[in-house]
DNA sequence: CGCTTAATTGAACATACTCAAAATTTGTGG
DNA sequence: CCACAAATTTTGAGTATGTTCAATTAAGCG
């Protein structure tokens, strides 16, 4: 078992991930902000929080990778997006004091700060930069889940997993060879971006393997036409 | 050809619609948002502002009924969402400076007003209550797409369709009858929010009005028994 | 009325799912 | 580092759900 990495974490005035929303607010506000912040790990595969849960705040992520997924009624997931480095978690249930509509797992090994309700609300009472931010996020979110709410109610399979690649690759890039995926996930989890199953996403993949559009090596996924991936998730024009 | 009904435009500080998210801001605020205010009139089946092209403000519903929607590549709908009276719309592609996202169209005679980008953004910076008024209706739109695009990747035709019906009894009511939904959609409409064909939703509210749960006069949609149509959308537990 | 749009029905068909079984990979403890 | 258990990947065959296409009837509108 992987031992925890102690990492001195900073407060948010200091945080290096300062180019995301926090870039609206000044340092002593930040400063504020810290005051009843608490880090915490979450080594790969855990839950940050559960869908159905109630919040007690929000969460910003560290260091790491999360999925946001929700459960449907045969227990089938389906992932909503992904959050990275700088991003929030968890704000929108807080502001609203709703119980969480998603679940969040940690992608890999996570450092993640939460920050009590009250010091957010703060914030976004003080500072009307930081609102229009968190509007900025919000809508972003909500442009790409409606655009994905039209891609699943009407595009076949095979397009939306070409676009789901197309999607990792833009959102997480390459590594350093330059065509390998560096999100690496299981092939359900692929389906449960894109909306189908395990079976079919494989199938899938092997036809765009057998069409030279990718390489499979286990999970890590080269994309070797780019092009052909492009046209085959119908996205030029 | 109707005749536009000639309607007195009162300032936003003394509009009726007033329950809605402009309550937050001061009437001095809400006149300096009036000032280059304009009111236009929408025959029922007019488009307010088309999917692509560019925002120059935002509206605001004073009177009727729209529909959001976003169009797939086969010319095939998918409806997003609907807004009535107080709502706005076309406000987040306004903010970010982006083409709109998603075409509205008049589901009844509209008026609707229209106030420059400016003075919405002038109302955001000076008042944080407003700010945090536009994050609830975000976070709100955000939570229904997200709960839609599960149900669209998950649930069978039948459920889908079933819990149309119902969010249509939530969201507009019945008529004075107690059990006629006031929302007059087409067949097709019908089937633009669940996400299936023309034919599928014929078929699937006829399976309906066999099983006893709505009675179909045109356009009409009687709903007969409640509790078997919530049974039918899965929605219970 | 006549014309356009919407609703309906039927039959054939396709896409993608389900279920089952085997092969492979991964994780973990000894 | 190996071996076992668990999870994941893969393949096949059968099937269901929902789509497509075509044709007909009915409704709405000027």
């Known amino acids: 078992m992987m031992k925890r990495q102690p990492v001195d974490i900073p407060s948010c005035a200091n945080c ?3 180019n995301s929303i926090f870039c609206s607010l000044p340092n002593d506000e930040l ?3 810290s005051v009843n912040k608490d880090n915490n790990f979450f080594k790969k595969g855990q839950v940050i929080f559960y869908e159905g849960n109630h919040p007690h705040g929000m969460y910003c992520i ?3 990778k999360v999925k946001i997924s929700k459960l449907g009624d045969e227990g089938k997931e389906q992932i909503v997006r992904f ?3 700088g991003e929030l978690l968890g704000y929108r249930s807080s502001l609203s004091n709703e119980s969480y509509k998603a679940t969040a797992t940690a992608m890999e090994d996570c450092y993640i700060c939460h920050i009590p309700k009250d010091k957010f609300s703060e914030a976004l009472n003080s500072n009307s930069n930081f609102s229009l931010g968190i509007i900025r996020l919000l809508s972003e979110d909500l442009k790409k889940a409606e655009q994905n709410l039209l ?3 009407q595009k076949p399979v095979r397009e939306r997993i070409a676009e789901t690649l197309l999607n990792l690759k833009k959102r997480f890039g390459y590594e350093e060879d330059g065509k390998t995926l560096s999100m690496t996930l ?4 692929i389906g449960d971006i894109a909306g189908t199953t395990t079976e079919t996403t494989i199938r899938t993949l092997s ?3 057998k069409e030279g559009s990718i390489h499979l090596d286990g999970k890590k996924i080269q994309i070797l036409d780019l092009n052909k991936l492009i046209r ?4 030029f024009e």
């Open 186 to 189: 299981t092939r359900r989890e």
């Open 62 to 64: 560290y260091q790491g």
């Open 207 to 209: 036809d765009f393997v």
């Open 151 to 153: 891609n699943i109610s």
């Open 83 to 85: 959050a990275g480095e």
């Open 16 to 18: 290096e991930n300062n």
């Open 31 to 33: 400063d504020k902000l």
């Open 232 to 235: 085959t998730a119908s996205l």
